[in-house]
């Protein structure tokens, strides 16, 4: 007689978004603006209120200098891969703050998900 597992004639469930979870990193973009206006992280602050419903986008905060007017603008995204250059998204926003002044915009990944990634 032939032995059963215990695992046999069990169906396994798993729902989408846990099997997403285990595929997909997050990493973080971080739009800083350094500008003599006082009204841009106030524009800022009305793009992160219409931007929360981008799909992957976790958090959006805006920051700004203890003394000066510069600010900043933090994307925290979870999807499949980091994209290195930015998302379309901070892309597009970065491009459109070259009009209030000096703009730089990176990619950050946190170090254990890229270990992760590439094991």
């Not at 099997?19 to 973009?29: D, F, G, R, T, V």
């Not at 931007?51 to 603008?73: N, R």
Request: glycine share 4%; proline share 2%; hydrophobic share 40%.
């Amino acid at each position: 007689m032939a032995r059963k597992l215990p695992y046999e004639g069990l169906k396994l469930q798993y729902k989408t978004e846990t099997l997403l979870e285990i595929i997909q990193m997050i990493w973080m973009e971080f739009i800083k603006v350094q500008t003599a206006r006082s009204n841009v992280a106030a524009k800022l602050k009305d793009f992160v209120l219409e931007c929360k419903q981008c799909k992957g986008l976790l958090d959006a905060k805006v920051f700004v200098h203890a003394v000066v007017e510069d600010c900043s603008l933090c994307l925290l995204w979870k999807t499949d891969k980091a994209e290195p250059s930015g998302s379309s998204l901070g892309l597009h926003l970065s491009n459109t703050l070259k009009k209030y002044g000096l703009v730089d915009h990176s990619v950050w990944v946190e170090r254990e998900e890229i270990e992760e990634k590439m094991s």
